[in-house]
């Protein structure tokens, strides 16, 4: 479909949702007037239209947590749009990767569950050190007992898998998921930063493989 094809508001306006390409999690919702559309698809990366500040906005244009446009989606009436990004950093301004962080509710029963909200509770064990918590013992011994543990569970995962035990490799490679995650939140490695990078090795495998191919 056409852009022109969009319905704005009576102010100029329409709401879009920011999507992260790779993990689907909702980033935020913000708003773009035809120019700030204009500026998204020429330049790429997402520029809005701050209602509270009365003018347009380039996410990142002071932070550096630009993101990059992978698609741009509308719904069945057009007067709405859903981005996918590739971030470089944070969504929101008080630097959570979404800003939409404040539970209000949730179904304990049906609560699922993601790296992002791991990797989130991580991050608060980091700052808030709550005590007798194993995260917090881990992060306060420093660096040289994470790896230790990340370690060790390398070797628990290699035991099991000889083992042929799907069951136990489950567990440890659960175990070594965890004790990485908060390797990376000591070391300020985001989930972003690791598939930016399988993202560059699956362009680079594809465009080796075309190559090959002629």
Not at 102 to 111: G, S, V
Request: proline share 1%; aromatic share 8%.
């Amino acid at each position: 479909m056409d852009v022109k094809d969009l319905k704005y508001d009576d102010k100029g306006l329409i709401p879009v949702i920011i999507q992260d390409f790779y993990t689907k999690q909702v980033l935020t919702l913000a708003y773009m007037n035809q120019e700030s559309l204009s500026i998204t698809l020429k330049e790429g990366k997402t520029c809005f239209f701050s209602r509270s500040r009365n003018k347009l906005w380039r996410k990142g244009e002071t932070s550096g947590n630009y993101q990059h446009v992978v698609s741009i989606r509308s719904d069945c009436d057009n007067d709405s749009l859903l981005i996918e990004v590739i971030k470089d950093g944070p969504a929101c301004h008080l630097g959570n990767e979404s800003c939409f962080s404040n539970m209000i509710i949730e179904d304990k029963n049906r609560a699922d569950f993601s790296y992002e909200k791991l990797y989130y509770l991580l991050e608060q064990r980091n700052i808030n050190r709550p005590e007798n918590s194993y995260t917090t013992y881990l992060f306060e011994k420093g660096k040289e007992k994470i790896l230790k543990k990340v370690g060790e569970e390398t070797s628990e995962v290699i035991i099991a898998a000889m083992k042929d035990s799907k069951e136990e490799t489950v567990y440890e490679i659960a175990d070594l998921c965890y004790h990485t995650l908060v390797l990376m939140v000591s070391l300020g490695i985001s989930l972003s930063d690791v598939s930016n990078e399988l993202a560059k090795r699956q362009i680079i495998n594809k465009k080796n493989k075309q190559e090959t191919m002629k």
